[in-house]
């Protein structure tokens, strides 16, 4: 069973820069796409960004590309989301997730932490 532990979230500044983690434990780690994705107050969840643990290949919305990066550490099993020149609307709560098909749904997530970015 995959567990996940985000850590990192708090409050920044507009323009600052912010660095979020996700502890990965459970079989098959070289199988997995961890993704990040968030929740705005009164909003719907929303993807982040992707990265598929085996080969790296990343994905990002396009609110964030440019801004905020995703790596994973294989050694350490996580996978961290540097999040660059801030803007309020990336305020929320950040959660991370994997899934074992690239194909389907995410099925495992963690508890999120959440981010509040002031103007």
């Known amino acids: 069973q995959v567990h996940l532990v985000e850590s990192g979230g708090g409050l920044v500044q507009t323009g600052d820069s912010l660095g979020l983690s996700c502890a990965v434990s459970?079989?098959?780690?070289?199988?997995?796409?961890v993704g990040w994705f968030r929740q705005a107050p009164g909003q719907e969840r929303e993807f982040v960004a992707s990265?598929?643990?085996?080969?790296?290949?990343?994905e990002y919305s396009p609110p964030v590309k440019g801004r905020f990066a995703i790596r994973r550490d294989n050694p350490k099993r996580t996978v961290y989301l540097r999040m660059n020149s801030v803007v309020p609307e990336d305020t929320g709560v950040y959660y991370c997730?994997?899934?074992?098909?690239?194909?389907?749904?995410?099925?495992?997530w963690g508890q999120g932490t959440q981010v509040i970015v002031s103007a």
């Open positions: 997730a994997a899934k074992t098909d690239r194909d389907g749904e995410y099925d495992a």
């Open positions: 459970g079989p098959s780690w070289s199988s997995y796409t």
């Open positions: 990265i598929i643990t085996w080969g790296g290949f990343t």
